[in-house]
C-alpha cells in the first residue's frame, strides 16, 4: 500500500491566530479592559500591525531580510510615534495604539495604491 501525503503549509493557521491575537491586543487596550494578556497582546499589536505594512511594502526582498526589515521598522516607527507624543504632552495608551493603526493603515494603503497606479499586481 501506498501511503499519500498532501504537503500544507501552516502558514495560514499562524497568519490566523497571529491577527486574532493582534485584533485582541488592540480591543484590550482601546477597551481599557483590565486583563492579564493586556500588555502582552497589545504589544504584540504594536508590533505586528507596522511589521505587516512594512512587509508588504518590502515584497521584493528574501522571506528573511523583509521579516528583519519589516521587525526593525516597526520598533522604529513606534518608537517615532512615542516619542511625538512624548514631545506634545500628548501620550497615552489608546492615543498610542490608534496612531500606530493609522500609520500601519495609511502605510499599507500608499503601497497598495503605488500598485495599483503601477500596474503591478501583488505576489502571492
Given amino acids: ?3 499519500i501525503r498532501i504537503k500544507t503549509s501552516s502558514l ?9 491575537v493582534t485584533a485582541v491586543g488592540a480591543l484590550l487596550a482601546l477597551g ?8 502582552p497582546c497589545t504589544l504584540f499589536f504594536l508590533l505586528a500591525a507596522p511589521a505587516a505594512a512594512i512587509g508588504v511594502a518590502l515584497r521584493g526582498l ?6 528583519l526589515c519589516a521587525l526593525a521598522g516597526a520598533v522604529v516607527a513606534d518608537m517615532l510615534i512615542a516619542q ?3 514631545a506634545v504632552h500628548h501620550w497615552s495608551v489608546r ?19 503605488r500598485e495599483q497606479i503601477s500596474g503591478k499586481h501583488p505576489q502571492h
Avoid at 481599557?32 to 500588555?39: A, E, N
Avoid at 528574501?62 to 521579516?67: A, C, E, K, S
Avoid at 492615543?95 to 494603503?109: C, D, E, P, R, Y
Fill in 62 to 67: 528574501d522571506p528573511f531580510g523583509r521579516t
Fill in 95 to 113: 492615543g498610542g495604539v490608534v496612531a500606530v493603526t493609522v500609520l500601519s493603515l495609511l502605510l499599507l494603503f500608499l503601497v497598495l495604491l
Fill in 84 to 86: 511625538s507624543m512624548l
Fill in 1 to 3: 500500500m501506498q501511503t
Fill in 12 to 20: 495560514p493557521l499562524f497568519a490566523g491566530a497571529a491577527t486574532a
Fill in 32 to 39: 481599557d479592559l483590565d486583563s492579564p494578556l493586556r500588555g
